[in-house]
């Protein structure tokens, strides 16, 4: 065995490293997780443009004028007018088509009488 305290010339039994640790591996997962912190930030920030463009495209929306109502209890009155009207009375639609509405109790007697399937039920 050789005595270490022999240069290294000439005591071959003793080696040294020249370096610390390997500079290409950890160059190259330093560039792999900048790559990886670069993407992550890319997608966050197009998410959230997206979900920012989403509202202000529905802010920007053309909605009809508002409308204050000035009696409330006069509009409920003349929208149940107007749906008791379309519920109870007969009017053409399309006179040219031969479309006719009918009361919403007439049709459904109509349909009594025929059946769903369109075929007179059974009487009873």
Do not use: C
């Not at 202000?56 to 409308?67: D, N, Y």
């Amino acid at each position: 065995m050789s005595d270490p305290s022999e240069p290294i010339a000439r005591n071959r039994d003793i080696a040294y490293e020249t370096q610390d640790w390997a500079v290409r591996p950890v160059v190259w997962a330093l560039l792999g997780v900048s790559l990886l912190v670069i993407v992550a930030l890319g997608a966050l920030r197009m998410i959230f443009v997206k979900a920012s463009s989403d509202a202000s495209r529905a802010l920007t929306v053309p909605m009809a004028a508002p409308r204050l109502q000035v009696s409330p209890q006069v509009d409920i009155a003349q929208l149940r007018t107007r749906e008791d009207h379309d519920l109870n009375t007969y009017y053409w639609v399309d006179r040219d088509k031969g479309l006719v509405h009918i009361p919403i109790d007439a049709a459904m007697k109509k349909v009594v009488a025929q059946g769903l399937d369109g075929f007179p039920s059974a009487p009873k």
